[in-house]
Every structure is written in structure tokens, then in C-alpha cells.
């Protein structure tokens, strides 16, 4: 019930995952144990170093927004995008043609 | 005892119909009775279809004729094709009936909260309910004139569902242009079924299968069939409704939809497995559904890397997902007359692919449930808006890091494995096949990475100050789907010894599907 799965190709064997991390998360803690032993929460050592500015209030202002987000990728794939959200129309009339088109082609492949 | 045994799917059809009609009673007795009625019929439902699944794992396939004299009279008076209505439950349908119910369990106990700021829940308990039992109706009918009937009866409910905020007219052109294409998707089966009927004087699925020779009506209601319901599973480039619906239905009815769109998936493999399996001839359709997978895949998730709105992020991802269950499905149908193949790797991409349906249904689900609970909490499903949410809401933050490691497909979570069955098994056709779902898998890492990062992390937003974990029943739901997902990860052997393996062979195995109706009877 236990024992691992054979795909064929290789295998797979969740516990050997979780010895993985339960040695990774021994090695994190014991290193972390190594740390300073000076720090203090709650203190000024916990204060954000913003550029050496006050920071702001509200965490909007220093946070990346979604949209702005994976910005260096979608820029290098400007031209895949552009095309991408201008095919997703939202037009119903283009939904159904799409489905039409894939009969289409299947129809073309399985009854030639 | 063995009674009640015998009569299991057809209790797992009447429950939720009776659920369903009954709904606007309970609700004349108030909110709780209505709430009471609402959960304790998808409890049940899902005890049914446990029991059934633990029938089908002990005997073998279950046939139910309804109207008979006996149950399992499928041919009475020396017919040679069944004539009643016939429910026909092999390990697949037994599968998906268990996972469906926990689905609609899941929404309902989400649901039961979520939803009490509006009114309408009479209606709304109603629809959802007949949306389950059209689910499960997809999955354990015996024949093709039935799964129309289903289809139908699931799509007219979800119309309902996906514009029940009809306030917003984003919701209401959701739900038009899913019963525009959901209409002619139907209209589409209801053809092929006429093809098949007329061909055959039978709409049973085992009756057609035992004659099915492949002339030009049946390659016509093949292309019908396949083009609908592969739309109404979200494939690329029929995926289009997908985020529209899923993002404006009600959470707890998108968490259903999930698996409403799987029973199409699994009519889709009915349909190539069971109703023609071999005859199928040329590698046309084989093909056809490993190039949709890829389209799917690779469009689905680099549109989610895009979207800020929450529920159309997953709803991307959900299109995206769907493409490794074809690619594994396209796989094995492609060495399916090749038994020295089928035994090297397209069993393994079958089981690849029944495993990921089951997986994604789960976790799919589950972060359904979280972006409707960040929804619910903070108000708005705009990434955006939201950030330091973590440290308020630190439940549904860890619910959300279950489901999301396990969609990415990392170790150990359930969805690396599916994923693993599906990349060894699809490389032995081509090494390019892996290489474009593991590109996906990355993608979608990557997409959820930002959703944790923008909503759970970083520093607490002015607006959200008075945002509160959600209520109990909520997590509730999210939790239930949740365990499953660690179930699955942590006994991957036991889950594919006991669901998954049985689940691929029956759908390989055509002659005890034919044999079960057509094997004489009693």
C-alpha cells in the first residue's frame, strides 16, 4: 500500500520526499539557531530600511501591484500578448466560430 | 442492507433531485432548515456515491435499469438491445460520481455562508442541486440519449448559477454566452446521438459500442462529439466562456463547475474509449486532442500569468490543466490498437490522465474556494486591491498554499505525480510533448507565486485593517477539499491502486462495459 510508483520510466516515492524536507527544514533551523543573539523584536531592529526614507503608512505605496507583476516577461513577449488578448475578444459571435472551425478541422482529418 | 445496495445510483440521482425540487419547502421553514436540507442532501449524495464506488470496487460493474422488473434487466423477453432507461456504473463512473459529490459538498458548506448576504437562496439551493444531480447523471447514464438529457440538465442549471448575481451585467453576459455555446454544443451530442439511433435502433452506449462500424455518420457524430464536449470541458480555442462563467459565478457554484466541466471531460473519454476505442481507425482524433492539449496548456497558463482579477487567473489555469488530461488522453488513444505500446506507456498516460482529472478537480476546487473567501473578506477579486492578507486570514493563506504547490506540480503534492505520468508517457512519443507541459508547470508556479505574493504578503493595505478570517463553514469547505488533496499526496500508491488504475482499465476494457448490459441480463 505504501511502496512507490512505477511509471515505467523511473518512480516515485513520496517519503523520500518528505525525509528531503524534514532533513532541509533540520539543516534551515539548525542554521538559523546560528544567528545573531542580539536581536530583539518589537525594536527599531525591525524597522523596514526604505532607502533611508520614512516609511509610508500604508503598504500600497511600497508594494508592487499585480499588474505590474512578471513586467521584465510579458515585455519580452509583447508581440505573443498582443495578439493573445486581442484574440480573446469576448465576442460570442467568435466563440461560436471557433467551435465551428474546430468541427471543421476535425471533420477534415477524420473523414478524409 | 441489500436492497438499499442494489437501488445506490439511482438514490444518487433521486437524492439530489429530490433536494433540489424540495428546496424552496425547506427554505418556507427559514434560513437554517434551508441550509440544513442544502448540506445534508450533498452529505448524503457523496455517502451514496462512496457506497457505490466501494460496490464497484468489490463487484464489478453495476447496471440499474429503471422501470424493470428486476434492476438488472437489461434484456427483457429475449431482446437483443436494451430498450429502458439504463444506468450503467463501471470504476471510471464510479470515480467520477465520488469526486463530483465531494465537489458539490465542498461549495455547499462554503456556500452556506458566503451566500447568506443575499437573498434568492431558495432558487439558488435549487439550481445548485439540480446542477449536482445533472453532473452525476453525465457520469453513470448507460446511454447516449440520457447524457443528453444531463448535459442539458447541467447546463441549464449553471446558466442559472453563473448569472445569479444578475445585479451585475458582467454575470448576465457570462451566462448568455455560456448557454449560446452550451445550446449548440448540445444541440451538436443531440445529433450524433440521432446518427447513432438511426444506425442502430439503440441509444445505449453498449449497444452502439458492440456494433459500431465506422462509416460516415458515425465519423460525422465522432467530429459532433468530440468538438462538444471538448468545448465543454474549456479547450483551447473553445475555452473562451471559461473565464467569463467561472469568474462570475458564486464561488461555491465555480468549485462545482469545476467538476461539471470534468463530466464533459469524462463523456469525452467515454466517448473515444468505450464507444469506439479501436474502431476509431486512423490517429485523426488521437492527434487532434494531444495539439488542443498543447494549445491549451501553454494559451491557458500564459493568459492566467496576465490576469489580476483572482477568479479569472484560476480560470485560466483551469483551461490550462485541462491540457495535460488530453495530452495523456491523446496519448494513450494514440496506442491504443498497439498493445505492446499500450502496455510500454499509454496505460501509464491514461492513468496519468484520470489521475490528473481527479487531482485538478480537488485542488482546482479548493483555490475556487480561497479566491471567493479573499472575495468574501476583503471585497474585491482584484490582486491589486489586495496584499498582507496573510497575517488576517492565516487558514485560508495555508489552504491556499496546499492547493496552489499541488496545481504547480511540486513534490510532494498530488499534481506532481499525475504530471510525472503524464511527462514520461508523452515523451515516449515525442520528447517535445513534455517539453511544453513542463514549460506550463513553470508558468504556472510562477503565476501562483505572484498570487500569493500580491495577496497574502507584503505589508498590510490601509483598506484591509478590519478584514477578519472567514467564517467557519467556509474554511469548512475549503478544508474538506483540501484533505483529499493530502490524502492523494501523501498515499499516492493507495490512490492509484484503489481510484485511479481500476478508473484506466475500465476505460480499456470495452468488452465488460459491452458485456455488463449486453451479457443476457439477470
Known sequence: MWSLIDTGFGFWDVYAWIAFFLLAGGGFFYLRSQGRKDYRRGTDQDDIFYGGNPVPEDGEEITVPASSAYWGFTRALEGWYKGLTAWHSGMATEYLGYMVLVMGLLALAVVR | ?522
Request: charged share 10%; proline share 4%.
Open chain 2, 1 to 522: 442492507m441489500t436492497i438499499w445496495r442494489e437501488h445506490l445510483p439511482a438514490l444518487l440521482l433521486a437524492l439530489p433531485l429530490l433536494g433540489a425540487f424540495a428546496a424552496p419547502v425547506a427554505g418556507h421553514f427559514g434560513s437554517r432548515a434551508r441550509n440544513v436540507w442544502f448540506v445534508s442532501i450533498t452529505a448524503l449524495t457523496a455517502l451514496v456515491a462512496w457506497g457505490l464506488w466501494q460496490q464497484v470496487s468489490a463487484s464489478g460493474i453495476v447496471v440499474y435499469v429503471m422501470g424493470a422488473e428486476h434492476s438488472r434487466l437489461t434484456l427483457p423477453s429475449g431482446m437483443a438491445l436494451p430498450v429502458r432507461i439504463l444506468l450503467e456504473v463501471d470504476a471510471m463512473s464510479a470515480l467520477m460520481a465520488f469526486m463530483g459529490a465531494i465537489a458539490a459538498l465542498a461549495g455547499a458548506l462554503f456556500s452556506v455562508r458566503s451566500m447568506e448576504r443575499f437573498s434568492g437562496l431558495d432558487q439558488f439551493v435549487a439550481l445548485y442541486l439540480l446542477l449536482t444531480a445533472g453532473m452525476l447523471g453525465m457520469e453513470i447514464t448507460g446511454d447516449l440519449f440520457n447524457f443528453f438529457v444531463f448535459l442539458e440538465i447541467a447546463s441549464v442549471a449553471s446558466c442559472g448559477l453563473v448569472a445569479f448575481w444578475r445585479d451585475r451585467p458582467e454575470a448576465v453576459e457570462a451566462s448568455f454566452k455560456y448557454m449560446l455555446l452550451s445550446t449548440v454544443g448540445a444541440l451538436m451530442v443531440l445529433v450524433a446521438v440521432a446518427f447513432f439511433y438511426g444506425r442502430y435502433n439503440t441509444v445505449a452506449m453498449a449497444g452502439v459500442a458492440s456494433h459500431l462500424q465506422l462509416g460516415l455518420a458515425e465519423k460525422a457524430a465522432l467530429v459532433f462529439l468530440v468538438s462538444a464536449l471538448a468545448m465543454k470541458c474549456g479547450t483551447v480555442p473553445m475555452h473562451m466562456w471559461t473565464p467569463d462563467a467561472y469568474a462570475e459565478a458564486p464561488a461555491g457554484v465555480t468549485c462545482l463547475l469545476v467538476a461539471v466541466s470534468q463530466a464533459a471531460l469524462y463523456g469525452l473519454f467515454r466517448v473515444c474509449f468505450t464507444l469506439y476505442g479501436a474502431s476509431l481507425g486512423s490517429s485523426a482524433v488521437a492527434w487532434a486532442l494531444i495539439i488542443m492539449g498543447l494549445l491549451s496548456m501553454f494559451i491557458g497558463v500564459t493568459m492566467a500569468v496576465i490576469q489580476k482579477d483572482v477568479k479569472r487567473l484560476m480560470a485560466y489555469h483551469s483551461v490550462s490543466q485541462v491540457g495535460y488530461m488530453l495530452l495523456g488522453m491523446g496519448v494513450a488513444l494514440l496506442v491504443l490498437s498497439d498493445p505492446q505500446k499500450m502496455a510500454a506507456y499509454g496505460a501509464m498516460a491514461l492513468q496519468g490522465a484520470v489521475y490528473h482529472l481527479f487531482n485538478y478537480t480537488m485542488y482546482k476546487g479548493l483555490l475556487f474556494l480561497v479566491a471567493g473567501a479573499l472575495a468574501y473578506a476583503a471585497g474585491s477579486r482584484n490582486l491589486n486591491d489586495l496584499g498582507g492578507l496573510g497575517r488576517r486570514m492565516p487558514q485560508t493563506a495555508a489552504l491556499f498554499v496546499i492547493a496552489a504547490a499541488a496545481i504547480a506540480g511540486l513534490p510532494p503534492f498530488n499534481g506532481f505525480v499525475s504530471k510525472l505520468m503524464i511527462y514520461e508517457s508523452s515523451f515516449a512519443v515525442h520528447p517535445l510533448l513534455p517539453v511544453v507541459a513542463m514549460v506550463t508547470s513553470m508558468l504556472t508556479l510562477a503565476s501562483f507565486v505572484k498570487v500569493f505574493q500580491t495577496a497574502f504578503l507584503g505589508p498590510e493595505k490601509a483598506a484591509l485593517r478590519e478584514v477578519q478570517e472567514v467564517p467557519g463553514f467556509m474554511r469548512g469547505g475549503m478544508a474538506l477539499l483540501a484533505v483529499v488533496v493530502l490524502v492523494l499526496s501523501l498515499f499516492p500508491t493507495w490512490s492509484v491502486g484503489s481510484f485511479v488504475e481500476p478508473a484506466a482499465r475500465a476505460l480499456m476494457d470495452r468488452a465488460a462495459y459491452v458485456g455488463a448490459v449486453l451479457g443476457g441480463g439477470l
